[in-house]
Structures are given as C-alpha cells and as structure tokens.
C-alpha cells in the first residue's frame, strides 16, 4: 500500500520515528556495517521502501539510489540482488530514473543481466524497462545488439517461472522494433 502524509503520521505515532530519520539510520548502519548478512537485511529492507513514492525525495536525498547502484559492483550475489530490486522498484519515477542514469546505473544494470540469480535478473530487465520508459537515458546504451540478444534469450527460454519469460518478451514487445523475431 502507498503512504501520504496522513497515513505516515498515523503509523509512526506520537513517539515514533518519521521516514526520513529511519531511512537515514538504515543507511548509516549500512555504511558502518561489517557483517555481510546485517547488510543484506538492509539493502533488502531499503529495497522495499524504494516501491513506495512516498518516499522518493527521502531516498533521493540520502543517495540511497546510488547505495543500490553500488550493490551492483559487489561480489555478495544477495547485495546486487536488493541493489537491482530496489533500482526497479524506484525507477518508475522519471527522476529518481534520471539519477540513477546520471550516476552510471545504466552499465552496472546491464552487467545484471548475467547474473546467476534470477531474481537479479528479473529486475535489471525491469529496471531497464522503467529507465527506457523515463525517457532519461540514451536508448542506444541499452538497446545494444548484445543486450537485447541476452534478454531475447530469456524470452525464448522462460524458465524461471512463467513471469521471467513474460517480462523479457514484454521488454521486447515495447522497446525493440523486431521483437516479434523471439
């Protein structure tokens, strides 16, 4: 469920922590953080807020867009799964897209791709979709040959569950002029 204003203040209660203080210390214990497992929980738990428009401007603010971007470029395959589900989920929003297309999200999506976890997978070929659909980035950088071979691959495939092939061809259907060759 979305939150506005209203509905924040009735869950966070007279002595409760507004959104952007808890995002914040979320944040800081990432970045302080040694242990690989507490990090996971909170790239996952950042990943979920980043579904919610509400709080858009907070993640924004905090650079927790450019946290995810860097989960990508980690080798723990659970940061770079919640660094691609909380870029997909947060790049619906034309600007919350830009900023990840300005702090060189684009590449480290597509180098998603490949990954092993399909969960991962699924979300960079969303995340990509909703980065193309803003209008933002180059559509050349992401529509390379190499690219929309790879997600053409998952399109044939499917594999995964019947949701994985559908959101390649859907990618396909929108964005690639040939598509109809899967």
Do not use: W
Not at 48 to 76: G, K, M, W
Not at 90 to 107: F, H, I, L, M, W
């Amino acid at each position: 469920m979305f939150t506005n204003d209203r509905r924040q203040a009735e869950r966070t209660g007279k002595y409760g922590t507004p959104r952007q203080e808890h995002l914040q210390d979320l944040v800081t214990k990432f970045q302080t953080s040694k242990s690989e497992e507490e990090k996971e929980k909170i790239a996952a738990n950042l990943a979920n807020f980043a579904y919610d428009p509400y709080n858009y401007s907070f993640l924004r603010q905090l650079n927790v867009l450019e946290l995810f971007i860097d989960c990508l470029t980690e080798p723990n395959e659970r940061l770079v799964e919640f660094g691609a589900g909380g870029i997909c989920n947060a790049v619906a929003s034309a600007e919350n897209a830009r900023t990840v297309a300005d702090c060189g999200g684009v590449p480290a999506l597509i180098g998603c791709l490949s990954s092993p976890v399909r969960n991962t997978v699924k979300y960079a070929i969303g995340g990509l979709y909703y980065l193309l659909e803003s209008g933002c980035c180059d559509r050349r950088e992401i529509l390379k040959a190499e690219v929309v071979q790879l997600i053409r691959k998952y399109a044939e495939a499917g594999g995964g569950g019947a949701g994985f092939g559908n959101l390649a061809r859907v990618f396909l259907d929108k964005h690639c002029f040939d598509a109809t060759s899967y």
